[in-house]
């Protein structure tokens, strides 16, 4: 077993305790593994309510069609982390083929390393000096460990070249120029000018190398195909004057980077046109979200709304009717702790009470949500009574993962296999 396997399988060891919601009462000091191998059941297993669940079969399929995709464009693949900071998932994404995983902030960086996760693509500054010096450590005592991480500034160059150098690294840190995405877009160097001043600061840097570029398309303002495509290219152009200017000249392989989930179709036409260049390309896509889709925002700008193909939403939180104070209202004891709500709210998609399990009527609508309660708008003649239970379909994956510290995984007919353990 590799050493990412080994950490992960030790996950199983951990007891059922309060610290985990929704988990049978009665499991209660049973470990994660004796809890996976009663196989119990989503209906008569004892779960509590508000319950998180994931479904075995979406998430084997996402798996499976993000590593098809990579495979078939020629695309190195380091899924975002951050969307689960789930290393059991993680090892799944290596098992498949992953180049390695992006996170976004050291201590994802340190949860990595904990799993033995041998490749990390930090998609972000990191010019923190407590986070430097332990990334120093890290890479000193592992010399199979790569890392790679952004710069876009000639200061945060200088600022992570002083600290590498009074920490005495022996190890240089490898660094990609950050290109941003279009005026007023999130991190990333403005101009190509802005970026070749930050590749020549590397370059006169003693303990950074440059070993390419990247940004995040998803950040590309007002984007449409044309928009999203006209940067990568722009992205893919910098990368080759940069290289005939000599900046990549101590690099052993050159990164490309770029990458979310709503836009895998134009990386994989504009990456598929890079020319060679002064060292072998990887041109790493870091796709995250695709891991368990969603029902609203991803399920709308997912790539597969314009090209052939398919992911399946994995999460269903299942709440249950506390309250039915007025004809139209009813209220389900799941809220913002449980629930993300940045990107939309949750929608019913089916409703079990004791007469079965039926899909909801477009009409009964979540209209809002509080800490603990999501409000539910409902139809005139509709059943819903107090004590039943509404499946609800999630937007979006990152904000739902760091609410449930432990998830169960579920097959089609509700046999929980798997608990997935996060850590945010
Ligand atoms: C820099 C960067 N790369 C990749 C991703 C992954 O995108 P997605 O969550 O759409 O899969 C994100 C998401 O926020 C990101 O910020």
Redesign the pocket.
Known sequence: MDVVAERVAALREERIDHRFKGLPPDAEGLTVGELADQRRTLADGGFTTPLLVLSAAALDHNLAVLEGWTTEHGLAFA??G??SMAPQLFARQLERGAWGI?V?VPHQLRVCRAFGIPRVFL??ELVDPAALRWLAAELDADPDFAFVCYVDSVRGVQLMNEVLLAAGTRRRVDVVVELGAGPGA?TGARTEADCAAVAAAVGAADRLRLVGV???E??VPDADPERVRAWLRRLVALAAELDRSGAFADAERIVIS?????WFDAVADVFGGIGAMSAPVLPLL?????VTHDDAH?AR?TPFTRVPGRLEPAFRLWAQVVSRPAPGQAFLNAGKRDAPYDLGLPTPVAVHSPAGLRPAPPELRVSGISDQHLWLSVPPDDALEVGDLVALGLS???TTFDKWPLIPVATPDGIVTDYVRTFF
Request: net charge positive; proline share 7%.
């Open positions: 899924p975002h951050k969307t992006t976004a998609a972000n999130r990247a940004g995040y998803g950040e770029a990458g979310g989930s709503a870091r796709s995250g979200a695709y991803y700008v979006h994956p990152c």
